[in-house]
DNA sequence: GTCTATATAATGATAGAC
DNA sequence: GTCTATCATTATATAGAC
């Protein structure tokens, strides 16, 4: 294993005011959303609200060193999962391991609720990345090519972080908060794999219906015909 | 057609203070959020923000007053829809009129995204809906049965505002406010068909791992075995 | 009923002692 | 560097004139 330290404690000792003021926010805006106050983060972390701000200098400032942080340490997790292949075993085995990042991906979540800038940053580069990893699944053969790829890429990624939101509004999910990760992983696996498998419209007249009602892509660019076209 | 007045003005002539006012709070809060001002609002429906706390009383008030509008206008939305027959042709003809609905989708989806109790009302109430829908497809032949129904019709439900909330956040989405809802539905259907038609994945052999993972499904309560079961 | 003016509470941010 | 105490702003909400 790469990494067995959870992301969220680079020093299980000690850490610096920084680096624990830093994990207080990741924690408290992905949980209660940006709005949380300053003096909240501050009692979190073990410091006066004045220290917050002497060390990041704003509020909008410590927001953009979480972001920083959490986008880094994204970008590194998702590196380590894919140097395994892509094997069911080896994707069932990471899913035991998603818990440690589920301050991270909450707060993710919370910022593309939230919407702005920062979001919209999260989210182009998430969807550039599944886009490489889904045209390599399609040369494989493992994947069903799409007529409009980076679309579908921007679905799939609405889809997992939507069925994040709703799972999170379920009844009785506000009672336990420390519980959320694994377990939204879990109820949404199945109906994602089985829609991914199995498909949902027994036939495809909806879906040729559309392609008649608008025959090319309404992308803004370029792709209007893919190469898979066979009639 | 059933309706053709737009549902956010009830009366083109005149509004009452409270309608005026209610529509433009639906109107902003679907835009901006609900940490939005009462000034705002009020500016909007060209009143005082006093009228505004005078007419309704507090401002979670007028979001409940705006929820409770949403939620029946929506409902008695669906059950015109749901009077045509599921055919493509009609499918496509209730698209062209989804932007009469912009507003209300916006508030529902700042709803949910804002979390709390109002969106889970909300939540609960359309995937119960969906849940319906379904069984009937399921039932018809047109769509294909799924291992945990309610999970499924979660997740679908996810995916829609996922995608949504997503589109919203695409490059160069913040300049044209009024745009949205409809463009949003052209460059999300695209993949929604191709995926519910054409799948994702070429083989089973993810689902199946997962099946073996867990073989039953992951659910609280009950619902083992719906009674559409035929085997 | 609608307004102007104000009360009250909470926020982000700053000053200055230690 | 960290704290207590405070400022300035903004929010909801209220009082009272017209």
Same mark, same amino acid.
């Given at each position: 294993m790469v990494n067995m330290r959870s992301p969220m404690a680079p020093e299980p000792h000690e850490l610096s005011t920084r680096a624990r003021i830093r994990a207080a926010a990741i924690e408290r805006f992905g949980r $209660? %959303? /940006?709005? +949380?106050g300053v003096r909240q983060i501050a009692d979190d972390a073990g410091v006066s609200a004045a220290s917050v701000m002497k060390v990041f200098g704003s509020k909008e400032a410590l927001r953009v060193a979480c972001d920083a942080y959490v986008f880094r340490t994204v970008r590194e997790a998702k590196r380590d999962v894919l +140097? =395994? @292949? %892509? #094997?069911p075993g080896a994707f069932l085995g990471q899913l035991a391991r998603i818990d440690e990042y589920r301050p991270l991906v909450g707060y993710v979540l919370r910022s593309i609720q939230d919407g702005g800038p920062h979001a919209a940053e999260f989210v182009d580069h998430m969807v550039a990345d599944a886009l490489e990893y889904i045209a390599d699944g399609v040369a494989a053969g493992t994947i069903v090519p799409s007529r409009d790829e980076e679309a579908r890429a921007r679905y799939l990624m609405g889809a997992v972080f939507g069925a994040l939101m709703l799972d999170a509004l379920r @009844?009785?999910? #506000?009672?336990?908060? %420390? =519980?959320?990760m694994l377990g939204a992983i879990e109820r949404t696996a199945l109906p994602a794999l089985e829609l991914m498998s =199995? %498909? /949902?419209?027994? $036939?495809r007249s909806m879906l040729d219906a559309y392609l008649e009602y608008v025959p090319d892509p309404p992308v803004e660019g370029d792709t209007p015909e893919p190469s898979l076209h066979s009639d």
């Open positions: $209660d %959303g /940006f709005a +949380v +140097v =395994e @292949p %892509g #094997a @009844p009785g999910a #506000a009672a336990d908060p %420390g =519980e959320r =199995e %498909g /949902f419209l027994t $036939d």
